[in-house]
């Protein structure tokens, strides 16, 4: 959703992430490092540098326009490498009865804040466009999280080899098997749409109520309910790109079937939709959302921390970038879904997500249980 482009690379690191995670990477959009005062709202970023400069770039400055006397100051932990360092800072700071480093966070470990306590509840009464977004989306970022974008794994095929794409995980796995050499996905550690599709070839053979189990917890005894997936994608392994090339990322793959080795493959909507604007992927190729299963996807959460001091500053920028506009600027920067209805938006961004349903944001594996599947595709898949 989980969310994997390539983007340059993120701003030198300064104090203040030294600071949060010992390593993290840091800048400052418009405030001063040394202001700290209460309209100062201090964004702690756990992702890519694409998302830095949302914030820094669009997010940050308009919310500085629209509001004389506030600041944003960012903050980035490249691909969120230290989540566990600043988990565990978050959970410190709390008990110690401390400040937090920061204010705001966008990151992936927002759940896990959330299921800690660790992050101040939230309602429509504080932030009204909850009650605009999908109950399962905000339930799924537990009392603490604001979804505020999204994002989910498509099927991408090129018009040329496949005039009618596959409508089903069923008919794309006869399809892979009938077309040999013409699709591939990334190894699941190496990107989320990759992940994506081993997910959802082993979610073929899972129980509904187990996986529910699976998606909110670790749940070690139940992954022999993977085997029967597993066998079936070490199955696939004649018949993917090369007899079994499973590129290394997301963005490898996108440039197979970019470059015509490949006619088919699963890819990130926001990556896929940012190559079609910008060229870097032909206008033959297309994508559409399969189902029974879903690809998984996401919705990309804001949490502000419980002890933070500016509590009310972190909840004005929270409201303000579930916004129509800022929700367009997310659309049109980042090719994120809005975690807001797409008809409270322009038309033209209905026509850009025409073969994606925004809010089909199938929720993926926990994140341990997330780490085994990869673990266990490496042992279990490649070779013949």
């Known amino acids: 959703m989980k969310l ?35 309209k100062t709202v201090k ?12 914030w820094e770039k669009d997010l940050g400055p308009a919310f500085e326009k629209a509001n004389p006397g506030y600041k944003v100051q960012v903050t980035i932990d490249l691909h969120g490498e230290h989540d566990a360092q600043t988990l565990a800072k978050l959970s410190s700071s709390i008990e110690q009865k401390k400040e937090p480093d920061f204010d705001l966070v966008d990151g992936g470990f927002v759940a896990k804040a959330s299921a800690a306590n660790l992050l101040e509840p939230v309602d429509p009464g504080k932030i009204s466009a909850l009650a605009n977004i999908p109950a399962d989306v905000v339930k799924a970022g537990g009392t603490g999280g604001i979804p505020y974008r999204g994002s989910s794994v498509l099927l991408a095929y090129d018009t040329k080899a496949v005039p009618t794409p596959p409508k089903t995980l069923d008919e794309l796995l006869i399809w892979i098997k009938a077309n040999p050499g013409q699709f591939t996905y ?16 082993l979610d073929k053979y899972v129980p509904a109520d187990a996986r529910q189990k699976m998606t909110v917890g670790y749940e070690k005894d139940l992954e022999s309910l993977w085997d029967q997936g597993f066998a079936e994608l070490k199955g696939l392994n004649a018949s993917v790109y090369q007899k079994g090339v499973y590129p290394n990322g997301n963005q490898q793959t996108l440039d197979l079937l970019a470059r015509g080795q490949i006619s088919m493959a699963p890819v990130w909507s926001d990556q896929f939709t940012t190559g079609v604007a910008n060229g870097s992927i032909p206008s033959t190729v297309k994508a559409v959302q399969i189902s029974n299963p879903s690809f998984t996807g996401g919705a990309a959460y804001l949490g502000i921390p419980a002890n933070t001091p500016n509590k009310d500053a972190a909840l004005r920028l929270a409201n303000f970038v579930l916004d129509p ?17 797409l008809d409270k938006l322009p038309a033209e961004f209905k026509d850009k997500f025409a073969n994606a349903d925004t809010n089909n944001l199938r929720k993926g594996y926990f994140d341990q249980m997330s780490k085994d599947i990869n673990n266990l595709w490496d042992q279990k898949v490649p070779g013949q």
């Open 325 to 341: 506009a800022q929700q367009a600027m997310i659309v049109k920067d980042i090719s994120g879904y809005p975690a807001i209805s």
């Open 4 to 38: 994997r482009s390539a983007f340059a690379a993120a701003a030198a690191v300064t104090a203040t992430a030294l600071a949060l995670t010992g390593c993290a990477q840091s800048s400052t959009t418009a405030a001063n490092a040394g202001d700290t005062g209460s």
């Open 43 to 54: 964004v702690f970023i756990s992702g890519d540098t694409n998302i830095q400069n949302l």
């Open 186 to 201: 990334n190894s699941p550690k190496s990107g989320g749409s990759g992940g994506a599709f081993v997910a959802t070839v």
